[in-house]
């Protein structure tokens, strides 16, 4: 429920992890499966030496050449390379990438054919396909991969990259922003925050300098929302189709605006003409149903989820007295248009009092939350045989 306090303060992890040679953080959501693969620099030496060091470098450049092959991302996947970075706090090379998650058994059946055995990738996991597909990786990899909440690991992920790498946190000017480029970054302290995560479907949380967080709401209306009602409405075939059809479309094509219904600006309540007073509210005249685009249609969706989480994130946000609210996720992920939207309605619907925060690596914290418990745990331990 939207304004309830879901769970308790929990505590994530602190500080830098020393991480195995080889570890791999998977992060299997609704929609979307990311992956951060880190590789340690194991030095010249590696070159010529033998024994175990020698058998490391050996799996290292077999993952390589996958990270490396354009076969390896399928239909529906892709790496991020330009997110990806070396980090000299953690001693090695970060890779990253992400495909849909209903094209898990492939992942999974490409796994047990990479010739890397599966209990020296060190993986750890999280999100709830985590939970469902347990029994199917460790039956096809004889491994039972550590599993660990992703709220803890969403927040963990972010206290994580915020000392690794700088600068992290950015802010936009949404009258502008349509490139990276524009983006105004920014090293100030924002304890305590209001991290809104969008994934298949919104949490919020409220987390704090020590380490703590808390979920205070939600809601069903994700990124999740957005493909299926895209998909139904136009026929797109993946996540990526539906983004780029919304990236060509014009919302007020079909979304009903106050402009539409008054003329002009209801200036007794300072709401401008262009203000959406109906999402897709345009659908119930039988001649805008005729003129409307497939573009115009996923354009509509992108922006009905978007206004609909900053107008939540900014009542949380005033309930529980934060100044910085942040928002992550997949769905932010080379979304511009949402970027600017989000910044927009903080904007609006908080009078200019609240600006929308993003972090760079949106949509992998979670990965990087499960790729750090790897230094807790030994990761992967042989399966013990079902009876």
Known sequence: QPFTVMAARRRSVLGTPTLPDIACGIDIGGTLCKICLFLRDLGDDAVESSGPLRATRVLQERLRALVDSPETYGKTGRRDKQLE??????????????????????????????????????LSWTG????????????????????????????????????????????????????????????????????????????????????????????????????????MLTG?????????????????????????????????????????????????????????????????????ITNNVGSLARLLAKQHSVTHVVFVGSFLNSNQLSIARLAYAMDFWSGGKLQALFLKHEGYFGTFGALAWTAANSACAPAEPRQ
């Not at 345009?282 to 969706?301: E, G, H, W, Y």
């Open 85 to 122: 970075f070396h980090s000299s706090e953690i001693g090695g090379q970060v890779f990253l990438a992400v495909f849909e998650t209903r094209m898990m058994p492939t992942f999974i059946d490409m796994l047990k054919t990479i010739e890397v055995p599966a209990e020296e990738l060190n």
């Open 128 to 231: 709830g396909g985590a939970r469902k597909f347990a029994r199917r990786v460790q039956e096809a990899l004889g491994v039972e991969i550590p599993r660990h909440d992703e709220l803890d690991c969403l927040v963990h992920g972010i206290n994580l990259l915020l000392d690794l790498t700088e600068p992290q946190i950015y802010c936009v000017d949404y009258k502008t922003y349509s490139e990276v480029q524009n983006r105004t970054y920014m090293t100030e302290p924002i304890f305590p925050y209001l991290l809104v995560n969008i994934g298949s479907g919104v949490s919020i949380l409220l987390v704090h300098e020590d380490g703590t967080s808390e979920r205070v709401g939600g809601t069903s209306l994700g990124g999740a929302t957005f493909y299926g009602l895209t998909a």
């Open 236 to 304: 797109c075939d993946s996540y990526e189709q539906a983004m780029t059809l919304a990236q060509q479309g014009t919302a007020a094509n079909a979304d009903l605006l106050v402009g539409d219904i008054y003329g002009g600006d209801y200036s007794e309540f300072q709401l401008p003409a262009d203000l959406v007073a109906a999402s897709l509210g345009k659908l119930c005249r039988p001649n805008a149903r005729k003129k409307v685009s497939k573009a115009d249609l996923a354009r509509a969706v992108l922006d009905m």
